[in-house]
């Protein structure tokens, strides 16, 4: 039975073949044009290289290539048929490989195989092309992730009768800027409540949209805190346990804008998804202190301060390393007394963070639990306590602690107590500091940290690894997280790792700076999923190349809204078809937050009935991207949703 299909589909070929006038080989077209998740598309090999080899039958001819994969072919209309045999590798080599394959000609499918296995024979593909003249191959990771998912080609070939298909680049699709600018008068933005404990210092900048100047007042503000009127930034110290209701207003000569405010003064911290920028993606091992100070300035001048972003945070290689290629990296990693050393591009510790703080912002930090950092700089290992207080004395509002080298410690014991203890060693010593310091868990998912996170002192933790490596996966990252959403609640956040948009440094290679590769829906969407999920919102991307597109993304003040909501819910994932999905997020307010996906190549209709959100009667819908009123729906939305695109609507019942 084993070599029955092969049989059949090598019979149907010949035939075929000799109804058409020419046979054009798939690995003959140019295979640069072929996008997937690893390595490098192979002529007549599988991606390891070896021959193709699918249910132990060997094939000469073919392409081999890794989910996710997709090629576009320009076939002019002058193909009659595309016949292969398709399936997984013999060298994948695990039965993690799983992989599906669709076949669309002009945006329709035409064939698409079963899910395919380790072992199992390949499938004959047979599709009739005639009148076609654009014709899509696409490989999926059958939703489980793109591991050991060796695809073949098999004997893949077209029978042609007129011009010769070739392979192109993705259609190319414009860029629409969809959110409008804001307008001269002032809107207050960014959440509506805020954390932080008694006695320590307090600083938040209120965040607002609108031509300056503009004037700022506070009514109730508790004793303690001093407004900025001009700058709307609040200093002092935080006020004694307990709610306090505040009433924040900005005027300016266009008109006013108020919100009422809670400062929950206690133990809780980041009881919204932190929100700023980290300098891992662009810079990498180059950072500066001068980087960090050109952030802060850009975070206010662009306007992202406005929406509310706020932390400006140095990731790794701001320490002293035992080597590396830059000297001025290079030195002893503690002093006499046991203090860390910051490198040379880094002089002046206190004074960066007091830089970033007298533009209301806030200043992270990054180290590591083990001997050395990610990168080979110095670590915290031994040295939990102290380090933690220098942190504090430096200035520093947030943490970042990377797992890194702490396997050499453990001798890569991965249960759940020794997994928790460096993370809960360290918050211990964060909470004693006089000062808030928010503590990011970067752990890259371990032992389900989502479930212990908070115990440890944790606010936000990473939920799976870095999502530099897979920007053409933010849809089933962003599902994979969403499977967390039980665990997020103020003060706790599932982290799927950064907003990697605009010009970022290239996580493949070496970090050369480069465009991002997803298109402007692709953009929207990953920024829509983000937000639906109430993931922390950290750009990390070249703060000085922030382009238009860049920041209509980044700064929609609305779609920030439903991340900053106050009830701290993630959206719940509904299916709605093989390749689309919905997401629906309760808000503090009573309505939902509802985004339509579309993971497919072609556009796709999507819609969602009232009744399966758990609403009844007539709704409101908003269109958050373009900030315009859609309209009174009975019982249902739907919206063409583009290729790689999202949605994003908000639904409040209609009166």
Same mark, same amino acid.
């Given at each position: ?16 073949a *000799?109804? =058409? ?22 002529v007549d ?22 989910a ?6 320009d ?7 595309f ?11 695990? !039965? ?16 698409r195989?079963?899910?395919?296995? !380790? ?14 003249? %654009? ?37 190319? &699709? ?6 409008p !600018?804001?307008?001269?008068?002032? $809107?207050i933005?960014g959440?509506?409540?805020y ?47 307990? &709610?306090?209701?505040v009433?924040?207003? =900005?005027?300016?000569a266009w ?16 009881l919204t998804?932190?929100?700023g920028?980290?300098?891992w993606?662009?810079?990498?091992d180059?950072?500066?202190?001068a ?6 300035d850009? %975070? ?9 972003y ?16 830059? !000297?001025l ?17 880094f ?6 963070t ?11 930090i ?19 306590? +102290? ?5 504090? &004395?430096?200035?520093f509002?947030?943490l ?5 080298s ?8 991965h249960?759940?107590?020794?997994l ?7 918050g211990?010593?964060?909470?004693q500091?006089?000062r ?6 970067? +752990? ?9 996170? *908070?115990?440890?002192?944790?606010h ?17 990252? *962003?599902?994979?997280? @969403?499977?967390h ?8 956040w ?12 290239? @996580? ?11 298109s ?11 937000c ?20 209509n993304?980044?700064?929609? @003040? ?7 909501d106050?009830?701290?819910?993630? *959206? ?26 579309? $993971? ?33 729906f009975?019982?249902?939305y ?7 695109g999202?949605?994003l ?7």
């Amino acid at each position: 039975m084993k070599q029955l299909w092969w049989w059949i589909g090598w019979v149907g070929m010949c035939v075929a073949a *000799a109804q =058409a006038g020419e046979v054009v080989w798939l690995s003959t077209l140019d295979l640069t044009k072929m996008r997937q998740g690893w390595g490098q598309p192979q002529v007549d090999r599988a991606i390891r290289e070896g021959p193709l080899s699918v249910g132990g039958h060997r094939f000469d001819r073919g392409v081999g290539t890794h989910a996710k994969s997709v090629l576009w072919v320009d076939l002019e209309g002058g193909t009659e048929r595309f016949l292969a045999q398709f399936g997984v590798d013999d060298a994948a080599g695990n !039965p993690k490989a799983s992989i599906t394959a669709q076949v669309l000609g002009d945006g329709r499918v035409l064939w698409r195989s079963p899910v395919m296995r !380790p072992g199992q024979p390949a499938v004959p593909v047979d599709v009739v092309l005639r009148g076609v003249r %654009m014709l899509t191959l696409l490989v999926g990771d059958a939703g489980d992730g793109i591991e050991y998912d060796h695809a073949d080609w098999a004997e893949a070939r077209f029978l042609v009768s007129g011009a010769a298909p070739r392979a192109v680049d993705p259609p190319a &699709e414009e860029v629409v800027l969809l959110t409008p !600018p804001p307008g001269p008068a002032p $809107r207050i933005n960014g959440a509506r409540v805020y954390g932080c404990r008694p006695g320590n210092p307090f600083l938040y900048r209120i965040p607002a949209t609108g031509k300056r100047p503009m004037q700022f007042s506070a009514g109730g503000l508790p004793k303690g805190l001093q407004l900025d009127p001009e700058t709307g930034i609040l200093t002092g110290v935080a006020p004694a346990r307990g &709610e306090h209701r505040v009433t924040i207003e =900005a005027a300016n000569a266009w008109g006013k804008d108020r919100i009422r405010f809670r400062i929950v003064s206690g133990e809780l911290l980041a009881l919204t998804p932190p929100m700023g920028w980290n300098h891992w993606y662009m810079h990498y091992d180059r950072v500066t202190d001068a980087m960090l100070r050109d952030a802060a300035d850009v %975070m206010v001048a662009s306007g992202m301060a406005d929406v509310g972003y706020a932390y400006v945070n140095i990731d790794d290689c701001w320490m002293n390393a035992p080597k590396q290629s830059d !000297p001025l990296r290079v030195g002893p990693l503690r002093d006499d007394r046991g203090n860390l050393i910051p490198n040379r591009h880094f002089p002046d510790m206190k004074a960066l963070t007091d830089y970033i703080h007298a533009r209301g912002l806030k200043a992270g930090i990054y180290t590591s639990p083990g001997p050395l950092t990610c990168a080979g700089f110095a670590g915290s290992h031994g040295h939990e306590a +102290q380090d933690a207080r220098q942190f504090a &004395e430096w200035g520093f509002d947030f943490l970042k602690y990377d797992w890194c080298s702490y396997d050499r410690v453990v001798k890569g014991d991965h249960s759940v107590p020794t997994l928790q203890m460096p993370y809960r060693q360290m918050g211990e010593q964060l909470r004693q500091q006089p000062r808030d310091i928010v503590f990011n868990l970067c +752990q890259y998912g371990m032992g389900n940290v989502w479930e212990w996170g *908070a115990a440890v002192g944790g606010h936000c933790w990473r939920t799976a690894g870095d999502l530099g490596f897979e920007l053409d996966r933010i849809f089933e990252v *962003a599902l994979k997280n @969403a499977e967390h959403r039980a665990f997020s609640r103020p003060g706790s956040w599932n982290d799927p790792d950064y907003i990697q948009i605009g010009r970022i440094g290239n @996580a493949r290679g070496s970090g050369e700076p480069m465009a991002c590769p997803l298109s402007a829906p692709e953009q929207y969407a990953f920024m829509s999923l983000w937000c639906l999920m109430a993931a922390p919102l950290v750009y990390s991307g070249d703060m000085n190349h922030l382009d238009a597109l860049t920041l209509n993304v980044l700064c929609n @003040a609305e779609v920030i809204e439903v991340d900053q909501d106050a009830l701290g819910e993630s *959206a719940e994932v509904l299916p709605a078809g093989e390749e689309t999905f919905v997401m629906v997020k309760r808000l503090e307010d009573g309505s939902r937050a509802v985004g339509l996906f579309n $993971r497919s190549e072609v556009e796709q209709l999507v819609s969602v009935r009232w009744a399966d959100l758990g609403l009844k009667g007539p709704q409101r819908v908003r269109d958050l991207w373009r900030q315009q009123e859609l309209g009174r729906f009975a019982s249902e939305y739907g919206a063409r949703v583009p290729r790689h695109g999202g949605v994003l609507v908000r639904v409040w019942r209609s009166r």
